[in-house]
């Protein structure tokens, strides 16, 4: 069944080229209906010769104008990424979610032997508070004790850096590793976005195309990619936003290796 899987998934990119590449067939054939009509009325081509080499076409320019779209996309989000990294580093979330214990265990089951110790985190006002509660001790005693709360915490801090590692490592697997279910909506609605963005740059010059419901519609599928491209980049800005992805892929692969 993986491979099935695994081959609708490449399918559908494919597939969903169709809607893009039947609206600039219909483009051309509103505006080269004589170079249109010549092919189809031709006798030296069968009917399923003509109809194979209209599919293809379709299915041609339709995958470059996605592609092309994507590459828009990729480009503008490389922009928007750069920016990101050049402004100051955001501060982590009150509440860390690679602290979770959910998702500790089932990222140690996963591991193995290369999984991180579980050492519970030292928050810094309780680290004050025991330096505060050493001025109680003698001098002595209060330095010797002072180096034992510095070593845990450093060694805290440091168990804590690696799990952040590995939570960020599979918060950005989130959002480039989709399921089949998800890669085939982003197929459809790229299929939809690049038909739409045809549709509108065509406008001027198609007078075909300006009738009220088909421009509406145009314009919501162009509205519909800027606010998800704007939802996508709070989301991998926002560590919580995987947290629901990756124990449920976690929890997949801990079953996949009990299976075993």
């Given amino acids: 069944m993986d491979w099935l899987k695994t081959t609708l998934d490449r399918l559908s990119g ?66 928007i990424g750069g920016y990101i ?70 060694a805290a801090d440091s168990n804590d850096y690696e799990w952040r590692g590995w939570w960020d490592y599979f918060h950005r697997a989130s959002f480039l590793k989709r399921g089949p279910q998800a890669s085939l909506y982003d197929d459809i609605s790229s299929g939809f ?9 065509a406008l001027p010059f198609t007078p075909e195309f300006r009738v009220w419901w088909l421009v509406v519609t145009s314009v919501a599928w162009i509205l519909f990619l800027v606010l998800r491209t704007i939802a996508d980049f709070k989301a991998v800005l926002d560590p919580w936003s995987s947290m629901f992805d990756q124990l449920e892929r976690l929890e997949e692969r801990v079953g996949e290796l009990e299976g075993e």
């Fill in 193 to 201: 976005c690049s038909a739409s963005l045809v549709v509108l740059i």
């Fill in 14 to 79: 494919v597939l969903t080229s169709l809607i893009p590449g039947s609206v600039i067939f219909l483009l051309f054939a509103l505006h080269k209906p004589e170079l249109v009509g010549r092919v189809w009325e031709s006798q030296l081509l069968t009917y399923n010769t003509k109809l194979i080499l209209s599919v293809f076409f379709s299915l041609l320019i339709g995958h470059t104008v996605n592609f092309g779209l994507s590459t828009l996309m990729g480009a503008i989000g490389g922009a």
């Fill in 85 to 154: 990294r050049a402004r100051p580093v955001r501060p982590d979330p009150e509440v860390k979610p690679w602290q979770n214990k959910n998702w500790r265990t089932l990222l140690a089951t996963h591991l193995g032997k290369a999984a991180p110790d579980n050492v519970n985190p030292i928050p810094y006002e309780l680290f004050e508070m025991q330096v505060k509660a050493l001025q109680n001790h003698p001098a002595q005693e209060r330095l010797e004790l002072f180096g034992k709360l510095l070593k845990e915490k450093a």
